[in-house]
């Protein structure tokens, strides 16, 4: 039976009683007295409490105590006692049992409801995703099912329909609403050679696009994956709790058992008088407020951000952004645009054009992808390399046209020799934040190439947005010192650690963490180790290449202003668990004294009953506090504007 029927069945069957509490005074008794108290309560400890008991009996059994044993013993305890006093004729209280049970039940209501809401979120995302789609298959278009897309169909997309999978577009152009995966409002214009993804809604135009992922591999289906992981993690800190409740509930009775004593014993209260003041101890210390503390705000926290085009994996991530003290960028592709350029040629045009071709033919890097090109819109023919070989970090060799030949920067040159003018040259052009490489044949220096990849134009006000945070920002690159120097003046980086091997970058990333806590900023694809070995992985998703397996964030705008919105949000989350914690805490601590009878000389005094209401509306108190993080704010002030 859901907590809701039960919930409802508990409040049905108290109803009569709380009736009889409130027009007692008008001379007003339940029909059957005592007797329908008693049949009434016995349904409700059944249907209603009947799971705490379970709960707390298991439990019991492994040596171990739970926020159900609270809730069991104390109802329990009510309901035995009272049918005792009715057997002697002494005042009963079945009315705090049934009460009880119905208040606690309230809190846990409100929690269902929570986890529903975020479920709900979830299935809202995978709503999203179309139904269907017009494929080309032999010429003709068919509607299919779009479970039955498969990588390489080429789909047809008209107005107003939503993108069924992700792909790259080969005819035609429109602009589409990306809001439902970005967060931004404004459509995006589109044409041959972008990428689509899956669940958006096209705007005007009609396209024809290549699907290239589908299914669990769409990006909609791995942001649906990851709020579910986060979702339904927990932060390093619910580790305490548990500990704590652990030893609160043992305590709990020891205080409820002494207040017994104390009342019936030492001040010469009744039975009645002193059980009710321990069984009020017992339910008002019931922490179902910090058992929603961290969930709850874990689940706001990570839904919002998923809105916000930014996945938080899990409540460890929380956590560690709280203490980051550094953060470390990686500079292709995360600060610069990634799509670097030729813009200068020193020597003659056409033999270093073609030798630099030649040899970067067979390369995969990004310059390489400038360098061919500039060959192939300047109309150079380039021969086949042989004997090909890529150094890491320094740049590649070959034997093009018989002759040994060689594209790369100064660490690849050993004993060639460079003369004063390329020294000049090279130095002259690195001055304008450009990459230079060295190509060479025989041996011999022929020209110098000059490539630049520019800084995006929001890296300047994120870098600045964090830095009014007092965080230390970083790039680290394998590029040399003169060109990320002038890129980071450029931004506003406080420090530069360049010529740095892709292998070396976690090493680097070790030695900043010896004073303190770092997040790392990457494309989470070559900088995965680095991504692994920082306190905070954020990868930039670049696409529809999300890197699910890097980092511990994905930016799936690939802007780099959500760095800080990841670690504002990340730190407004964890804080809201912290406050939480806190208040669930003092509602305890300072609940039992009261419950317990302490202050009962001065009129101050709580019923059973009432500390179960009392109890419900801290669990309530808790989640409209989780609640209240979709309305806080994250955007920085002008500075990222």
């Known amino acids: 039976m859901t907590i809701t029927k039960r919930f409802w069945i508990a409040l049905i069957f108290s109803l009569p009683m709380l009736a009889e509490m409130i027009l007692k005074p ?18 409700v400890m059944i249907v209603a409490a009947g799971p705490f008991i379970n709960s707390a009996w298991a439990s019991f059994k492994k040596h171990h105590s739970n926020m159900d044993t609270l809730v069991a013993i104390g109802t329990t305890t009510a309901y035995v006692y009272s049918i005792y006093a009715m057997a002697t004729h002494q005042p009963v209280f079945f009315e705090s049992a049934a009460f009880v049970t119905t208040f606690v039940l309230l809190g846990q209501v409100f929690e269902e409801r929570m986890r ?14 179309a139904k269907d789609a017009e494929v080309i298959r032999d010429g003709k278009i ?47 214009e589109k044409k041959a050679g972008d990428s689509v993804v899956g669940a958006t809604v096209n705007g005007t135009g009609t396209f024809t696009f290549k ?18 992981k986060a979702q339904n993690s927990h932060a390093p800190i619910q580790g305490l709790t548990d500990k704590v409740s652990e030893i609160f509930v043992p305590l709990v009775l020891i205080i409820a058992i002494s207040t017994f004593l104390i009342w019936y014993v030492f001040i010469g209260a009744s039975v009645a008088n002193a059980l009710i003041f321990a069984v009020s101890v017992v339910v008002i210390a019931c922490p179902c407020a910090l058992g929603l503390a961290t969930p709850t705000a874990l689940m706001v926290g990570t839904g919002r951000s998923a809105r916000m085009g930014i996945l938080i994996k899990n409540g460890e991530v929380l956590e560690a952004v709280n203490d980051v003290k550094t953060v470390i960028f990686d500079k292709t592709g995360t600060i610069t645009v990634g799509k670097p350029q030729v813009t200068d040629i020193v020597g003659d045009t056409t033999q270093v054009l073609k030798i630099a071709a030649s040899l970067e033919a067979s390369s995969e890097h990004p310059l390489a992808t400038a360098i061919l090109k500039n060959a192939k819109d300047s109309g150079i023919d380039y021969s086949p390399a042989e004997n090909f070989s890529a150094i890491e970090g320094k740049g590649v060799r070959a034997v093009v046209d018989g002759k040994s030949a060689f594209v790369g920067n100064a660490k690849l040159l050993n004993d060639v020799e460079v003369s004063d003018t390329f020294k000049q040259q090279m130095a002259t052009l690195q001055a304008q934040a450009k990459t230079v490489v060295f190509v060479g044949q025989n041996h011999q220096i022929v020209g110098l190439i000059a490539i630049q990849d520019a800084p995006k134009p929001t890296s300047k006000d994120a870098i600045s947005a964090l830095k009014s945070q007092g965080l230390k920002t970083v790039m680290l690159t394998g590029d040399n010192q003169a060109v990320s120097q002038a890129i980071a003046s450029q931004v506003g980086i406080d420090q530069v650690v360049a010529d740095v091997l892709p292998a070396d970058k976690a090493d680097q990333v070790k030695q900043f963490q010896s004073t303190g806590k770092v997040a790392f900023v ?19 998703g670049s696409g529809t290449d999300i890197a699910i397996e890097s980092g511990g964030i994905v930016l799936v705008k690939n802007d780099l ?33 009261v419950a317990a009878g302490v202050f009962y000389f001065i009129g101050m005094t709580l019923s059973p009953e009432l500390a179960g209401l009392a109890m419900a509306l801290s669990s309530l108190s808790v989640v409209t506090s989780s609640v209240l993080l979709n309305r806080t704010k994250i955007t920085p ?4 504007a």
Do not use: C
């Open 142 to 188: 068919v509607r299919v099912p779009i479970s039955e897309i498969v990588v390489g169909d080429l789909i047809k997309v008209r107005p107003g329909e939503k993108i069924a999978v992700d792909g790259q577009i080969v005819s035609g152009s429109s602009t589409i609403d990306e809001s439902m995966i970005t967060g931004e409002s404004m459509p995006v």
């Open 26 to 43: 008008f001379g007003w008794m339940i029909p059957g007295g005592e007797w329908t108290m008693l049949v009434l309560t016995t349904i």
């Open 637 to 640: 002030s002008a500075q990222v």
């Open 211 to 228: 699907a290239a992922k589908v299914g669990k591999n769409t990006m909609l289906a791995q942001i649906v994956e990851l709020v579910k």
């Open 522 to 540: 990457g494309d989470g694809i070559n900088d995965a180790p680095a991504l692994s070995t920082a306190d905070v992985g954020i990868a930039m």
């Open 116 to 129: 529903n809401n975020a479920s709900n979120a979830v299935e809202k995302l995978v709503n999203l995703q």
């Open 561 to 593: 202003r959500d760095v800080y919105k990841a670690l504002e949000l990340s730190k407004k989350t964890f804080n809201r668990i912290k406050l939480n914690l806190f208040w669930a805490f003092v509602y305890n601590v300072l609940g039992i004294p």
